[in-house]
């Protein structure tokens, strides 16, 4: 007798011998019918063929595009070693000089109104048509280009000036303007004024016997500090560029001759502010009110100058130049046309070719 057990098992493989079968049947009708219908589809097949061309151009090397840089215009210049001996040191509490005396306060009270202040294009013989006016004597006078020594600069091009007003000059490369000074009376370190340390005692030794230096923007911590320690320095603050007013707060200096007493002044980005040291031995020429409020000495000095042995020192807070790079002076002065900072600038030099250097 077959037991229950028995009977299940032979059902279950009844039931997968009929799926089987079912499947089998379903093979055979449906995947015949299937392969036929894709058959009656045309096949496409893609090639691609490379052909490789010869160039007939021949191409120029690649050059990639000249990229100025503006690192050591953004970077604070590397500070000089000093100069030791024969500079006299003064204490800060000396007694001030005109520009820092309460007069000069009262005149920076009613500043140059910049709102007046309009670029102007300046015809180069404006410059020689000035000289000529505050100098009658220069007609007559041979000017040497050898008298006059410019140092170049990457940021001030102080030779431009020189060209404009007919006045000859050396144009030297840092590293190679110290052979030409016992023959000069005029040097001009143009901004940034990098230098190396032979070259700031030569510069010494030159204004000592009677030359006149004068020296613009970054020459500051470069040249002039270094060479002629405790009277000016930079203590690493910078103007914005910008244009302030300026205001002559020692009328009577020589070389406020035949200029105006207000006028605007052009700073290029980063001038370097001055710090007055020696109070009693440098003369501050012309002050800022707006540039005062930028400056932790509050003085907003913008031209010193200073004797030393029989020579003198000239400084600019901005530059020389036109700032520019064309006939257009963001700056002029009321009257005269030209900007105060190349009046100054210009009677320094006219004053330091009368001089002699023995």
Request: glycine share 6%; aromatic share 6%.
């Amino acid at each position: 007798m077959i037991s229950n057990d028995h009977w299940l098992m032979i059902l279950s493989r009844l039931r997968s011998k009929t799926a089987a079968l079912i499947l089998a049947l379903m093979l055979v009708t449906i995947l015949p019918a299937a392969l036929a219908e894709d058959n009656t589809k045309p096949s496409v097949y893609y090639t691609t063929t490379v052909i490789k061309v010869p160039n007939q151009t021949k191409y120029p090397p690649y050059k990639g595009p000249a990229i100025r840089d503006t690192t050591s215009m953004l970077s604070r210049p590397r500070l000089r070693a000093r100069l030791t001996g024969e500079v006299d040191s003064e204490d800060q509490q000396d007694p001030p000089n005109e520009g820092c005396s309460p007069a000069a306060e009262l005149l920076l009270r009613n500043p140059f109104p910049l709102t007046a202040v309009k670029t102007k294009s300046i015809p180069t013989q404006l410059f020689r048509q000035w000289i000529l006016k505050t100098n009658r004597n220069l007609p007559g006078k041979q000017l040497r280009k050898e008298s006059v020594v410019v140092v170049k600069g990457k940021w001030d091009h102080a030779e431009h000036v020189l060209e404009a007003c007919g006045i000859p000059f050396l144009l030297l490369d840092p590293n190679k303007f110290q052979d030409k000074l016992p023959g000069a009376q005029v040097l001009i370190v143009n901004c940034p004024g990098d230098i190396g340390d032979t070259s700031l005692t030569a510069i010494r030794a030159f204004v000592k016997r009677g030359g006149y230096l004068l020296t613009t923007d970054w020459a500051l911590a470069s040249c002039l500090e270094p060479a002629f320690p405790h009277f000016a320095c930079w203590v690493g603050e910078y103007s914005g560029s910008e244009i302030v007013d300026a205001e002559v707060v020692e009328p009577g200096n020589e070389l406020a001759r035949a200029t105006v007493s207000q006028a605007p002044w052009k700073l290029d980005d980063k001038s370097q502010i001055v710090k007055l040291i020696n109070y009693s031995k440098v003369d501050v020429l012309v002050r800022s009110r707006a540039l005062s409020k930028e400056d932790g000495m509050k003085l907003g000095i913008l031209a010193l100058t200073f004797n030393y042995g029989q020579g003198r020192v000239l400084h600019l807070v901005g530059h020389f130049d036109n700032n520019s790079g064309n006939s257009a002076l963001p700056d002029p002065a009321p009257s005269i046309q030209i900007s105060l900072r190349q009046a100054l600038s210009l009677n320094f030099i006219m004053d330091g070719l009368g001089a002699s250097v023995n």
